[in-house]
């Protein structure tokens, strides 16, 4: 059972609790669950209603439920196409949560996720994060940061965690490449293209000026 020590407010005043539910026998991480109370009037009756929902989870973290950022991205995959997302989109959020996200920071408690995390994602999956060992297209990788970004909006808003760091990740841009200087096979036909160019367009204005 909570207590008032359990208790804890945020910026805005909402109560909310985050109570130490003992050890993951997976991942050996500790369990913190979060949940927020913005309806609660005063701490007596956030604190009735922590308690309310800390008796609904308690035996499941007693089975040690692991609350994994690959999962929880699934089942936002999952309301996603229940609200009606193409199936081709969901087909592309599964696989970039497959490929992309599980194989790095998939085993993470989304409330352990910062900044820094999402980049140094975006950063390896641009340098070598293709099946063929090449970089995955910047295009890609910013498809999966809005996703990215949508899912953690959902996550908050649906307590699974408490903080959104997506609002201070940027979306991955192309590098800049480099410009090709021309051999002097290449300089010398773009040359004469341009020459055949104004000629034809001399030729046209004499014709006018007739």
Same mark, same amino acid.
């Given at each position: 059972m909570l207590s008032r020590?359990?208790?804890?407010?945020?910026?805005?005043?909402?109560?909310? @609790?985050? =109570? /130490?539910? %003992?050890?993951?026998?997976?991942t050996g991480k500790p369990l913190r669950p979060y949940k927020s109370f913005p309806e609660a009037a005063d701490a007596d009756e956030a604190?009735?209603?922590?308690?309310?929902?800390?008796?609904?989870?308690?035996?499941?973290a007693e089975l040690g439920v692991p609350q994994r950022l690959g999962d929880l991205l699934m089942r936002?995959?999952?309301?996603?196409?229940?609200?009606?997302?193409?199936?081709?989109?969901?087909?592309a959020y599964r696989a970039?949560?497959?490929?992309? @996200?599980? =194989? /790095?920071? %998939?085993?993470?408690?989304?409330d352990d996720v910062r900044p820094v995390t999402v980049g140094g994602l975006y950063n390896a999956l641009m340098l070598r994060g293709a099946r063929d060992g090449g970089g995955v297209a910047p295009s890609t990788v910013t498809g999966l940061h809005w996703m990215l970004s949508g899912a953690?909006?959902?996550?908050?808003?649906?307590d699974a965690c408490a903080c959104n760091p997506m609002l201070s990740v940027g979306h991955p841009r192309a590098a800049a490449r480099e410009a090709a200087a021309l051999s002097a096979a290449d300089f010398r036909r773009v040359s004469e293209a341009i020459?055949?160019?104004?000629?034809k367009s001399a030729e046209g204005r004499d014709v006018f000026a007739r």
């Open positions: 020590d359990d208790l804890r407010r945020r910026a805005d005043g909402t109560f909310f @609790v985050r =109570p /130490y539910l %003992g050890t993951n026998a997976v604190l009735a209603m922590a308690n309310e929902w800390y008796a609904t989870i308690a035996t499941a936002y995959v999952d309301f996603r196409e229940a609200e009606g997302v193409s199936p081709n989109t969901a087909r970039w949560v497959r490929n992309y @996200v599980d =194989p /790095y920071i %998939g085993d993470m408690d989304p953690w909006k959902w996550m908050v808003r649906n020459g055949r160019m104004l000629r």
